[in-house]
């Protein structure tokens, strides 16, 4: 069975004319870059959170990197993620100098384990290795448990960075993502692929002013105009201060205005995304197929829609992403263990140092869904894969 032979993506960004007419009138204006958009956007996401202060930044990997130094990362320190996310995940750590390590994740959720946390603790406060931050990842949407992570930190005594590229406009708690009742920092990814797009971007929010004064430094040289952080006083009006190893990791007045414009639609997207969602988990009822269980503390984003073949259809799963590939239909894998791949092998780990990761990348597929998938292409999409078990 054929439908179309355009290729389904199994994400996609959704540009409206408003958003298009946003970006026109930044490059009719007086400012590409450093203008009035940048705060704005930072100041609705802040106001979308509920969280005191938003921090924008070219993309959600330089967020991450910032969120770590601000909280003081450095050559001395060990920083846990989890082994099934973006590597972006665990390089932060590394740019500053730091070891990472990973805690393995819980098989039903695709989370952070909660209890290999535990356990992974109590162990390293044996040996005095403790981390100094845990950076959990809310997979395709769904929150961690952060109310378990956050009474480890306050127990163990590290910090935490929500990896939330893929849960803005999710719940936990009846409360938005980002609102950091449960962390230091949460960072958010706008590329072209998550729940709303600036092209490319991130934020970094955070509750400690402290924590963002240092992050919007870090984003920009690690240069301040303002007096009050200045170590003499001010030469004159052109004088600035570099007093931190910053980046030039700031977000353009275009990509903010895309932003802005996109974030008015963020709950209709996650919505929408959510009626799918439950369309497919409804239709795969009765095949050998596990979904991420849903807690009923969480309300997900969906940014990624991800299977998991239970029994004997495990040993199908590689056919199974070609064969809907063959069918147009772009399957994917979120994600390969971070800790398998070879820059992380050269570290010293071994693939059976998280064994639930190695068994959820053996068994784990994502398939399409964004907002503007069809009834058509779903229905394809659901035939295709029935007919294939
Ligand atoms: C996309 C993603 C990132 C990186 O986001 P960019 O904005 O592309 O830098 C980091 N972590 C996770 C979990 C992601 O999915």
């Known amino acids: 069975m054929t439908m179309t ?19 026109v009138d930044v490059l009719k204006s007086d400012w590409l870059t450093q203008g009035p958009k ?20 070219n993309s959600a990997t330089s967020a991450l990197h910032i969120a770590c130094l ?13 082994p099934i996310s ?28 909660p209890g290999e946390l535990e356990q992974k603790l109590i162990s390293a406060k044996k040996i005095d290795s403790l981390p100094k931050v845990v950076i959990p990842v ?3 949407g769904q929150s961690c448990d952060m109310k378990a992570i ?6 163990y005594g590290f910090k935490i960075i929500e990896d939330a590229s893929h849960a803005i406009g999710a719940k936990y708690l009846d409360k938005s993502v980002g609102n950091c009742d449960y962390s230091d920092i949460t960072v958010f990814s706008f590329h072209p692929v998550k729940i709303i797009t600036s092209a490319e971007g991130g934020m970094a929010v955070t509750n400690s002013q402290t924590l963002d004064k240092s992050m919007k430094r870090l984003r920009s040289h690690g240069i301040t105009s303002n007096p009050d952080e200045m170590t003499e006083p001010s030469h004159g009006p052109w004088y600035y201060q570099q007093i931190d190893l910053g980046f030039n990791y700031r977000m353009t007045e275009l990509q903010a205005a895309l932003g802005l414009s996109q974030l008015k639609k963020l709950d209709q997207f996650v919505a929408e995304r959510n ?21 009923s503390q969480s309300y997900s984003s969906y940014h990624l829609y991800i299977i998991r073949l239970t029994g004997d259809a495990v040993k199908k799963h590689k056919e199974l992403i070609c064969s809907l590939r063959e069918h147009n239909i772009t399957s994917h894998l979120h994600y390969i263990p971070i800790h398998i791949q070879p820059y992380y092998q050269a570290l010293g780990f071994k693939k059976s140092d998280f064994p639930n990761a190695i068994e959820y990348y053996h068994s784990a597929l994502t398939i399409p869904l ?18 294939f078990l």
């Open 5 to 23: 032979n355009k290729v389904i993506p199994y994400g996609k960004q959704n540009i409206s004319q408003h958003d298009i007419d946003a970006v």
């Open 38 to 57: 940048v705060p704005a956007f930072e100041q609705a996401i802040a106001d979308y959170c509920d969280v005191n202060f938003a921090c924008a930044t």
């Open 70 to 82: 601000a909280l003081g990362v450095g050559e001395s320190d060990i920083v846990w993620t989890s």
């Open 86 to 113: 973006f590597v972006a995940s665990a390089n932060c750590a590394l740019y500053c100098g730091a070891k990472v390590d990973f805690v393995d994740i819980d098989l039903d959720t695709g989370n952070m384990s």
């Open 138 to 140: 809310h997979l395709a």
């Open 150 to 155: 956050y009474e480890l930190a306050t127990k």
């Open 275 to 295: 009626k799918l969602a439950n369309i497919y988990t409804n239709e795969f009822k009765n095949l050998p197929i596990s979904h991420l269980h849903q807690s």
């Open 370 to 387: 964004h907002p503007k998938l069809t009834n058509l292409e779903q229905d394809y999409i659901i035939k295709t894969i029935i007919e």
